[in-house]
């Protein structure tokens, strides 16, 4: 069975992308464009964290890569 990214109910949804490989982060928003969730994207983790020590909303996923600059997705 083949997943439909409209299955998933992600309208609404903040989605978070931490990737400083330019072709994965095309392929990240080409999957979830037409979800309906609002996406942000940094290419190094400090600006993530610098975004999540200011932003107080709520985040629903974050997809993170583990070999990113400055801060990398295992710390």
């Known amino acids: 069975m083949a997943l439909n990214i409209s299955d998933l109910q992600l309208e609404g949804k ?31 983790g400090k600006e993530f964290i610098d975004y999540i020590n200011l932003e107080k909303g709520r ?10 600059p400055l801060i990398n997705g295992i710390e």
């Open 14 to 44: 903040k989605i978070i992308i931490v990737e400083d490989d330019l072709p994965s982060i095309k392929y990240y928003e080409t999957l979830l464009k037409s979800s309906g969730a609002h996406i942000n994207i940094f290419h190094n």
């Open 59 to 68: 985040i629903d996923l974050v997809f993170m890569d583990f070999l990113i």
